[in-house]
């Protein structure tokens, strides 16, 4: 009868056992001993659209699940990806996009009046969210 083989070892992890022609043997452990790794897949996407008052500045979430653990980044609507800029967005470390409160004078259509999207990647692959139209005001 068939044994499933970790039944073959005694419950033991699984091994692979070598035998070559040349006489030389050994038991080796499968190549992922850290669990079943996956492309990314996103958990939460970004809205569609975000308005928002340049008092109170705006958050965008985006998160996704994988293994290894996604990176999360975020890009403007061509495609490239978003450099930092002190006082009026910045991407936190748990890959929330963040815009900050601003004067009016600092208004940057670029920045306050544009789409942005979400990229989630590991080893494995990436997935990039459907664009968020992001609308300041006063």
Same mark, same amino acid.
């Given at each position: ?42 958990? +939460? ?7 928002? $008052? =340049?008092?109170? /500045? %705006?958050?965008? #979430?985006? &998160? ?47 920045? +306050? ?7 989630? $990647? =590991?080893?494995? /692959? %990436?997935?990039? #969210?459907? &664009? ?7």
């Amino acid at each position: 009868a068939y044994k499933h083989p970790n039944e073959k070892y005694g419950g033991k992890q699984e091994v692979c056992r070598l035998r070559h022609r040349n006489g030389v043997r050994g038991d080796f452990p499968p190549l992922s001993s850290g669990g079943a790794e996956a492309a990314p897949a996103f958990l +939460h996407e970004p809205p569609v659209q975000l308005v928002f $008052s =340049n008092s109170t /500045g %705006a958050l965008v #979430s985006c &998160s996704a699940s994988g293994q290894p653990r996604p990176t999360i980044s975020w890009m403007n609507e061509t495609g490239s990806p978003l450099e930092p800029l002190p006082g009026l967005r910045h991407v936190r470390p748990d890959g929330t996009l963040e815009f900050y409160p601003f004067r009016g004078e600092d208004y940057r259509q670029d920045v +306050h009046a544009t789409r942005y999207r979400c990229r989630a $990647s =590991n080893v494995l /692959g %990436a997935v990039i #969210s459907r &664009s968020v139209h992001v609308k300041a005001g006063e």
